[in-house]
């Protein structure tokens, strides 16, 4: 089986023996739940309960407002706390049961309206690392004819994080069902699985679904970072570059998380609204890592303390991969739908290395998946060269952390580039 | 657990490679020091005194730079001790030590810290103190002796029609340079840095095969045939092994995109050939890096890559 990928990338240690091959727990939340009403893109969702409400799991608490907007439900049952602008927050009273759902018809019988609804009422969003982004909006481009892959990023490069790797193993069935439901959607679509491949026995899992499924592949690709982000795993499968101006889309390509795909099937099949997620607890500091399913609006502490609570006190903890994820200020934060890990580090690794001049080895440039050249790029950002900025394709840049990860230097050529990118990008 | 805790914050990437700019000065080291030993053990106690000295007044002549001018103290990067190095292994052996005293300060103070330091310059160091050294001493740069006795270096031997030993010229039992003459310790060193990956194997590589395209277009129309042993002696002498994986792989002043980097070694490598046969031996090397290195933002500015992305359209 060949395997694919794409020119550049880093290689940073996995760490994910820890937690690839023990199976999800699910966790059952006992403190308040926090639900935010924001998405990374688009606009807040409206509230349509109200302080001293009682709801149930699965009841719809804030209702998309506008078209970039996305549904939220309450995951367990609970009296609403209160509710403000960010978020609405519900009193735990201990019950997880779902409240029940009308008898949905075969996902066979239904229009390819009615599966959009489904997946839109859901409240789906992208759920891989900070994406965020509406499925159903992604799931509706201007022309569903010219659509020729429906591609399932089961890449998972980020270092630690495994959350999709026990999604591919434990449920193999339902991800492939859940790709058959977006297929429906798109004539002229086939399906693409792409595993990495140091998820071997995901991909012999996955495949044993798809033998009978002539429209849907297995694809395997190299283990390197990142290799899952959607620019480079769009060229790694069907070699078609596309650059910042463009979707996916306009290379005939549409890119779902692997979780994602399974809430599609949970809402398609089942009836049932986006309540729940896996995510990976892990790091040096975690006394016992590993998969969680946990009820959005979960409190990270809660999740913390299911898995073992700290060995000590750590002096990082992240949201997301340790290439991309965000530090944490405190615990006090919500699992929300793009919450793909928590990690915790003893030591910082990056307070501890002090900034040089540049040398000049070329490093940041030979691992840049978009090709640019980080160490000019990060030269324009301090000294505020916007024009030089915008000439060397800033814009291009992934924010993918590459090059400060390989810098011998150690600067952060990442955190000027992106900031100068924002800049022009917020001008626009 | 302290509920108070603040944790740590910054910028992503949390996780950083173990590579350092110290580290990967400490790899050059450590690849240079069978050829200054083999110097040492060649050319006796002056090669060890001419070593310290550089090294000395390199890393002597950046603190006081630092001191002088407030900078941070950045000795700890190494940078210092590498210039000094590779600057004795090009000096023969009989220098007086005063000159190489001028020429590691040359190469610190003038070369690097008046341009703002590691990374800043745009001449090798120690390449461009050693030509600092060649026009100012010539005579001095130009004495070589060998076991006591002054001796032509296999390159002027070679220019003046006489025959050389390939297998001598190959350990380093010849005249020369501290640091040039022994090839096989110089090798030794180079498979050191690529299994450290510290250098790209592209500059040694088309600088060296230019220079045997070179050499046998030479040797064919003056000769009417490739002459082995011509060929074969202009590899292993003088400074090109050393300039090769040493000099002309200098991160600072050598292009960073791959086909820059090839196109910087032919030039080297034609340089250095035209030097070597048609003006005088010695320091062809030198100067072609020196050259070199003037045209390496020029090479790296037509030689960028194409952004990812850039110039599709939308179907």
């Known amino acids: 089986m060949a395997v694919l990928t794409f020119k550049g990338g880093v290689h940073p240690a996995s760490n ?199 429209d849907i592949h297995v694809k395997m690709l190299y283990s390197k970072y990142p290799q899952g982000s959607e620019r480079q795993l769009i060229y790694a499968l069907t070699k078609k570059e596309i650059n910042s101006r463009m979707n996916p889309a306009d290379a005939g390509c549409l890119v779902l998380n692997v979780e994602t795909i399974y809430a599609i099937r949970t809402a398609v099949v089942e009836g049932r609204p986006l309540i729940s997620r896996m995510v990976t607890v892990a790091g040096d500091a975690v006394k016992r890592p590993g998969n969680f399913i946990v009820r959005l609006g979960t409190n990270i502490r809660e999740l913390i303390e299911a898995a073992g609570g700290f060995k000590r006190e750590p002096e990082k903890v992240l949201i997301g991969g340790p290439m991309t994820g965000e530090a944490l200020v405190d615990l006090d934060r919500p699992v929300t739908k793009d919450t793909n890990a928590v990690i915790a580090f003893l030591h910082d690794p990056v307070v501890r290395v002090h900034q040089t001049n540049c040398i000049h080895c070329g490093r940041c440039i030979e691992v840049c998946p978009a090709r640019l050249i980080p160490t000019k790029l990060a030269d324009y950002s301090a000294l505020g060269m916007v024009d030089m900025f915008r000439e060397n394709d800033g814009r291009e840049c992934i924010e993918c952390g590459s090059c400060s990860y390989i810098c011998p230097a150690k600067r952060s050529l990442a955190e000027v580039i992106v900031m100068m990118k924002q800049m022009i990008i917020d001008e626009l | 657990m302290d509920e108070q805790k603040i944790f740590r914050i910054s910028f992503f990437p949390h996780i950083r490679d173990k590579a350092s700019t110290s580290r990967i000065m400490l790899d050059v080291i450590i690849a240079l020091l069978p050829a200054a030993a083999f110097g040492v053990y060649n050319f006796g106690w002056r090669a060890l005194l001419l070593i310290l000295i550089c090294t000395a007044t390199c890393m002597l002549s950046e603190l006081l730079w630092d001191v002088c001018m407030r900078r941070r103290i950045m000795l700890r990067d190494m940078s210092a001790v590498v210039t000094g190095l590779i600057l004795a292994l090009n000096l023969p052996p009989t220098l007086d030590w005063w000159a190489a005293v001028i020429g590691s300060v040359f190469a610190i103070v003038v070369v690097k810290m008046l341009f703002g330091g590691l990374g800043q310059n745009f001449m090798n160091p120690a390449v461009a103190a050693k030509c600092f050294l060649m026009i100012s001493f010539a005579g001095r740069m130009n004495t070589f002796v060998f076991q006591n006795v002054a001796s032509a270096t296999p390159l002027e031997v070679l220019k003046a029609g006489g025959n050389v030993d390939l297998l001598q010229m190959f350990l380093g039992n010849t005249s020369g340079a501290i640091g040039e003459t022994s090839a096989l310790a110089l090798l030794i060193g180079a498979v050191y840095l690529f299994i450290r990956r510290i250098i790209d194997f592209r500059i040694p590589l088309f600088y060296i095969l230019t220079v045997v395209v070179y050499i046998s277009i030479y040797s064919m129309i003056t000769r009417g045939g490739i002459d082995g042993t011509f060929l074969a002696a202009h590899l292993l002498s003088g400074g090109l092994l050393l300039g090769a994986f040493y000099m002309a792989t200098d991160y600072v002043t050598s292009p960073v995109s791959p086909s820059g980097r090839i196109i910087y070694a032919v030039i080297l490598g034609l340089l250095t050939c035209t030097f070597r046969l048609f003006g005088s031996a010695a320091g062809s090397v030198a100067y072609a890096i020196l050259i070199g290195n003037l045209l390496a933002p020029l090479i790296e500015k037509v030689t960028r890559r194409k952004t990812f992305g850039k110039g599709a359209h939308l179907k």
């Open chain 1, 16 to 214: 994910k023996k820890l937690t690839s091959s023990l199976p999800a727990e699910e966790l059952i939340p006992k403190g308040d739940l926090t639900f935010p009403l924001f998405l990374h893109h688009g606009l807040h969702a409206k509230p349509v309960v109200k302080g001293g409400e009682c709801v149930s799991a699965g009841t719809l608490i804030a209702k998309a407002d506008g078209y970039v907007s996305s549904n939220v439900h309450s995951s367990i049952a609970g009296i609403v706390k209160y509710v403000d602008f960010d978020s609405i927050v519900i009193e735990n009273i201990g019950d997880v049961n779902e409240e029940p759902r009308q008898v949905v018809r075969p996902y066979t019988e239904l229009s390819k309206k009615e599966i959009l609804d489904l997946i839109r009422e859901a409240g789906i969003v992208g759920m891989g690392g900070e994406e965020g982004y509406p499925t159903h909006i992604k799931l509706s481009p201007e022309d569903p004819g010219k659509i020729k892959y429906i591609i399932v990023n089961g890449c998972e490069c980020e270092p630690y994080i495994t959350c999709n790797n026990r999604r591919l193993v434990e449920e193999p069935a339902k991800i492939v069902e859940g790709l058959k439901i977006v297929l429906r959607l798109f004539d002229n679509a086939k399906g693409l699985i792409a595993i990495q491949d140091d998820k071997k026995p995901a991909v012999i899992k996955i495949k044993n679904f798809t033998a009978k499924e002539p």
